[in-house]
């Protein structure tokens, strides 16, 4: 829903005064110096009278138009950016996902992802998300409070993106993306508390296994892994407070090549570097689906 500018259109209020119209006689001569002062002051209490009038007035005026412009701001985000969804719930993350997700591009031609919001009460198809607390220790996530997108790429069979090839650049510019989604979720979203962003399969993590990594001149095994961004809403309340632009410039997102260098990046990778975790998706004995998130992993 785009924000709507409003134009104040108030009417001049007349200015009236407190007193009688006093009407000088043309015929009548005034001798008397003491009653020729008296007219003075009466004069004098009359222009007071006009210009007090006269401020009161403008002040009206003034407070009128401020509480009009006030008035102009849209609910809930207050300036905070220039769009915003029009319900609440699944029903407006999904709108935020399909607001966002058509500016981030693989190439001019080719979207980088499609976002969908998964629906964690299906009573069909329930959804759990298990978070780790520490160790081997997971902890299942509300329901209620948590939005999961899941970013499907395009121009292939299995969610990975069907154009070009996985790079840093890429993963850079797929975590901005997730760090939209998840600043507009908390902004607009009531009750979002945590934001989960799957992303595309397709990226690859190198670790040490067995006797691999034992000897300098052994090379790491590299293993393909699907990674999952997680945000709660306290680490991301200070940038909730300032507008949307002002932490991620641009109207449109950088591409692929120049994102590393754009105005933006830093922050991103900052805000993104310690909630990066792999995630897998398993079936329950209930039916249910699992989502695991599993890490967090070392920046990339």
């Known amino acids: 829903m785009s924000r709507d500018s409003?134009?104040?259109?108030?009417?001049?209020?007349?200015?009236?005064?407190?007193?009688?119209?006093?009407?000088?006689?043309?015929?009548?001569?005034?001798?008397?110096?003491?009653?020729?002062?008296?007219?003075?002051?009466?004069?004098?209490?009359?222009?007071?009278?006009?210009?007090?009038?006269?401020?009161?007035?403008?002040?009206?005026?003034?407070?009128?138009?401020?509480?009009?412009?006030?008035?102009?701001?849209?609910?809930?985000?207050?300036?905070?950016?220039?769009?915003?969804?029009?319900?609440?719930?699944?029903?407006?993350?999904?709108?935020?996902?399909?607001?966002?997700?058509?500016?981030?591009?693989?190439?001019?031609?080719?979207?980088?992802?499609?976002?969908?919001?998964?629906?964690?009460?299906?009573?069909?198809?329930?959804?759990?998300?298990?978070?780790?607390?520490?160790?081997?220790?997971v902890l299942p996530l509300p329901a209620g409070s948590t939005i999961v997108y899941n970013l499907c790429g395009e121009g292939s069979t299995n969610c990975s993106i069907g154009v070009g090839k996985p790079s840093t650049n890429r993963l850079l510019l797929l975590r901005r993306e997730a760090l939209e989604l998840a600043l507009y979720t908390f902004k607009y979203i009531a009750g979002a508390q945590t934001v989960v962003a799957i992303l595309p399969p397709g990226y690859t993590v190198q670790h040490c296994a067995g006797t691999v990594c034992a000897k300098p001149q052994q090379k790491s095994v590299t293993q393909p892994t699907t990674l999952a961004l997680a945000f709660a809403r306290g680490e991301l309340s200070p940038w909730l407070e300032r507008p949307l632009r002002s932490t991620l410039p641009g109207s449109i997102p950088p591409t692929v090549t120049k994102m590393p260098k754009s105005p933006g990046a830093e922050i991103v990778s900052l805000l993104t570097a310690h909630g990066m975790f792999s995630e897998s998706t398993a079936s329950a004995q209930d039916g249910s689906t699992v989502i695991t998130l599993s890490g967090p992993l070392q920046p990339q």
């Open 6 to 137: 409003a134009h104040e259109h108030v009417a001049d209020s007349p200015v009236t005064g407190g007193g009688r119209e006093m009407i000088a006689s043309r015929e009548r001569v005034y001798s008397s110096r003491a009653h020729d002062l008296g007219r003075f002051r009466w004069a004098v209490v009359a222009l007071f009278v006009i210009a007090a009038c006269s401020l009161l007035a403008a002040v009206v005026l003034t407070t009128g138009a401020s509480h009009a412009r006030s008035s102009a701001q849209p609910a809930g985000g207050q300036g905070w950016s220039a769009w915003q969804p029009a319900t609440g719930g699944l029903a407006g993350a999904q709108e935020i996902a399909d607001y966002v997700a058509p500016n981030y591009r693989a190439t001019p031609a080719s979207q980088l992802a499609v976002v969908t919001v998964v629906n964690l009460n299906n009573p069909l198809a329930p959804v759990q998300v298990f978070v780790p607390t520490g160790g081997t220790s």
